[in-house]
Nanobody, 125 residues
Framework: QVQLVESGGGLVQAGGSLRLSCAAS????????MGWFRQAPGKEREFVAR????????YYGDSVKGRFTISRDNAKNTVTLQMNSLTAEDTAVYYC??????????????????WGQGTQVTVSS
């Protein structure tokens, strides 16, 4: 099993930036894709971005394209989400997740089999 720990959440003003990190440990060899999801109160968990360990192929949710950037450091087994131009609509608990190899874009919640505990991001308007 892969263990995931997020860090970097907090409170930021609208228009500001925040950087989230996710550290992976355990059976990282079974991890093919790392993703970020978010969940606001009363809403379903939403796909944010994902990246493959090999090749660094990225894919973003429509609501964050052009504002968020996902990257990975294979040597440190970490994935980072740089979030810019934040708005109140970005307020949510952000989760890091891992998926084994699957065909396709791999952006659905059910495709991921390991999850972090989540980190709160609050954007004040």
């Amino acid at each position: 099993q892969v263990q995931l720990v997020e860090s970097g959440g907090g409170l930021v003003q609208a228009g500001g930036s925040l950087r989230l990190s996710c550290a992976a440990s355990g059976r990282t060899a079974v991890s093919y894709v790392m993703g970020w999801f978010r969940q606001a109160p009363g809403k379903e968990r939403e796909f944010v971005a994902r990246i493959t360990w090999r090749g660094g192929s990225t894919y973003y949710g429509d609501s964050v394209k052009g504002r968020f950037t996902i990257s990975r450091d294979n040597a440190k087994n970490t994935v980072t989400l740089q979030m810019n131009s934040l708005t109140a609509e970005d307020t949510a608990v952000y989760y890091c997740a891992s998926a084994p190899f699957r065909p396709g874009a791999v952006y659905r919640v059910y495709e991921y089999d390991a999850w972090g505990q989540g980190t709160q991001v609050t954007v004040s308007s």
